[in-house]
């Protein structure tokens, strides 16, 4: 499967945004998916996860209550929508996919999007 992420861009503090990940292929639905995030110097970090269905969730504690990440399968479609932003969601957010169950880990996913800027100016 291949990934292209989009949807970032420069927004003040308190703004919102949604990142779209389109998948090619018509296997999209045997994929788990999930949003990571890198800032410079710092490690990547999970954002959330969502099942093949949509019916799992997972979240990153640093997002819980702000991010809301879905899916629509027959799109070949994955969202996260982010509201409230501060500017330590600063980073570049990559999307990612993989047979296993989702999960937070990044060594799960086999597939990764080349990655959508996010700058959250305060």
């Known amino acids: 499967v291949q990934l292209q992420a989009s949807g970032g861009g420069l927004v003040q503090a308190g703004s919102s945004l949604r990142l779209s990940c389109a998948a090619s292929g018509r296997t999209f639905g045997s994929y788990a998916m999930a949003w990571f995030r890198q800032a410079p110097g710092k490690d990547r970090e999970f954002v959330a996860g969502i099942s093949r269905t949509g019916n799992t969730i997972y979240y990153g504690n640093s997002v819980k209550g702000r991010l809301t990440i879905s899916r629509d399968n027959a799109k070949n479609m994955v969202y996260l929508q982010m509201n409230s932003l501060k500017s330590e969601d600063t980073a570049v957010y990559y999307c990612?996919?993989?047979?296993?169950?989702?999960?937070?880990?990044?060594?799960?996913?086999?597939?990764w999007g080349q990655g959508t800027q996010v700058t959250v100016s305060s």
């Open positions: 990612a996919a993989t047979e296993l169950p989702t999960g937070s880990s990044s060594t799960r996913y086999d597939y």
